[in-house]
């Protein structure tokens, strides 16, 4: 698992690391303000049809499904993943259809804005332009999760690079040529660069998947024959998916309504800072967490359909600790070095220092929520690997309810420029209670899952690293003493010294505590280096 975990991480590690320049030219070219929170709106929204038509199924019940089929068709599966691919891919081009038709209900529906106003018309035009991609990232979606199940995991991890290089282009572009964050003054000329350019990304990033689909071996051949689709087993197990992504959209929906009204309150706190503090939180995670998980699930689904629980509750043990030993370093240098982070990716062009500073701040309290994330995200996969897609979804359910309430909660009480640090609170607040419930049920499904082992590995984990959160905040403190602030020189000395230095005495700390998921990860590094 980790030497797969590896190949996806260095792959996720590249992409999120051309991600970064991605953000940056973003907010370099449109900002955070109007311009901004209308081009996030309108991004969010395929990502959320997405959610709820096929991303969780893919993850719940398309992985199982492809590897059971592997296991026991004649044909090792080959006429099903056609088919599969098929009906995905006609499926989405109606779906891309009716979503652009159904661009200024959508719009409405994740923002506060009015329908006269120019945010809307702006976001309007640019999902029209954007949700097109529909079709192209669920093919390649489906591809993918192919790719995985043949444990060839490198594509689908190196393929987003394509992606964020093309919108880098079309960004770049647009700083030239176009309006800057001046929403009055953009045209459709400008709102069409912004919009066919990100989708243009997509296609790119699809047509790569395609490639690496055909490299293995697997021809395409469309099939209609729906009898042997097994849509009705996959409908019953999806069903309950696509309801735990209803229940975590309407969450999200609250919060773009929420923080697109806070920045109508207080310009540049509104989505735009959500969204790209969110970006930055969730990196460690896909880089680390997804590649373990997408290692990991395959084997789970294997070791549940032999009857082995033993392995299951190894295999999931073995993950918590791995994603955890760079999860738990990490969350407290997001909590210590939110806005050294920030100011050099985000404090350009359009984008002011302190907006950058916010996003930091926004980034700090999400700090909080990294830990428990990570854990939530593994366990709902122990549900899956049986096959059981219901008990997520009212998990789900009650994580999302108690994150609307807090929410709601926090936005009555904060002033409007502190709500959107006020939703990120509320989510690790509510993902922390839900994990303690997944466990709980997880728990009883397979006989234990190691919780007094896991739990003092996490308690030394913390411990190896509370010399980096120091020497983090020492970083912070002299220098921004010194320095009267945080500048761009003065956050890349912050992460040097804070972020660099702090992580080297995590590692040699866990090493000299006998952290075996460490020592394992220095001496793969180690044996790389020497070779």
């Not at 106003?117 to 669920?138: D, H």
């Not at 919009?195 to 689909?213: D, E, F, S």
């Not at 690790?428 to 009883?444: D, E, N, T, V």
Request: aromatic content about 10%; proline content about 4%.
């Amino acid at each position: 698992m980790l030497r797969a975990s590896a190949i996806m991480a260095a792959g996720t590690m590249v992409s999120r690391a051309t991600g970064f320049v991605r953000t940056m030219v973003l907010a370099y070219a449109i900002g955070t303000k109007a311009l901004g929170d209308s081009y996030n709106a309108a991004y969010a929204i395929p990502y959320s049809i997405l959610d709820l038509l096929l991303l969780g199924v893919l993850s719940s019940v398309v992985v199982p499904m492809i590897v059971r089929a592997q296991q026991h068709d004649p044909d090792g599966g080959r006429a099903y993943e056609q088919r599969l691919l098929t009906i995905s891919a006609v499926a989405l081009i109606v779906v891309a259809a009716l979503a652009v038709l159904a661009a200024p209900l959508l719009i409405d529906l994740y923002t506060v804005w009015g329908s006269r106003s120019r945010e809307y018309e702006v976001a309007v035009t640019l999902a029209q332009f954007i949700l097109p991609q529909l079709a192209f990232f669920g093919v390649g979606a489906v591809a993918g999760a192919i790719l995985n199940t043949r444990d060839r995991y490198g594509a689908p991890m190196w393929a987003p690079v394509v992606n964020n290089l093309v919108v880098i282009g079309v960004f770049l572009a647009y700083a030239a040529v176009g309006s800057g964050d001046d929403i009055g003054g953009v045209g459709t000329g400008d709102l069409a660069l912004l919009g066919l350019g990100t989708t243009a990304g997509i296609v790119a990033q699809a047509a790569i998947l395609i490639v690496a689909l055909k490299r293995v071996g697997f021809r395409f051949v469309p099939r209609f024959d729906l009898r042997n689709a097994r849509l009705g087993e996959m409908g019953k197990a999806g069903v309950w998916t696509i309801g735990y992504a209803v229940v975590t959209q309407l969450g999200f929906m609250l919060t773009t309504n929420l923080a697109s009204s806070a920045g109508d309150a207080v310009k540049g706190h509104g989505i735009s800072p959500y969204t790209l503090a969110f970006q930055l939180f969730q990196l460690p995670y896909g880089v680390i967490g997804v590649s373990v998980i997408t290692a990991m699930l395959p084997r789970m689904s294997r070791a549940v359909g032999e009857g082995r629980l033993h392995d299951v509750r190894t295999e999931f043990g073995s993950s918590v600790r791995l994603i955890c030993s760079l999860m738990v370093p990490m969350s407290l240098l997001l909590m210590v070095l939110g806005p050294a982070i920030t100011v050099p990716i985000y404090g350009h062009g359009a984008n002011s220092v302190a907006d950058a500073v916010y996003i930091g701040n926004v980034l700090q309290v999400y700090g909080l929520a990294l830990v428990p994330f990570a854990l939530f995200q593994l366990l709902l996969r122990v549900f899956y690997s049986f096959g059981d897609t219901r008990t997520p979804v009212f998990v789900g359910a009650g994580t999302t309810a108690v994150q609307a309430l807090l929410m709601l909660a926090f936005f009555a009480v904060l002033p409007p420029r502190y709500a959107v640090m006020g939703l990120a609170l509320a989510y690790g607040i509510a993902y922390a209670l839900g994990a303690l419930c997944a466990w709980w049920l997880a728990s009883r499904r397979v006989s234990g899952l190691g919780g007094w082992t896991i739990g003092m590995a996490l308690t030394r984990m913390y411990l190896a690293s509370l010399p980096t959160a120091v020497v983090a905040l020492a970083a912070v403190w002299v220098v921004t003493g010194v320095f009267s602030g945080l500048a761009f020189v003065n956050s890349l000395i912050v992460l040097a010294v804070g972020g660099g230095l702090g992580l080297l005495i995590y590692f040699g700390v866990a090493h000299r505590m006998r952290i075996p998921e460490v020592n394992s990860l220095v001496g793969m590094v180690a044996g790389r280096v020497g070779r």
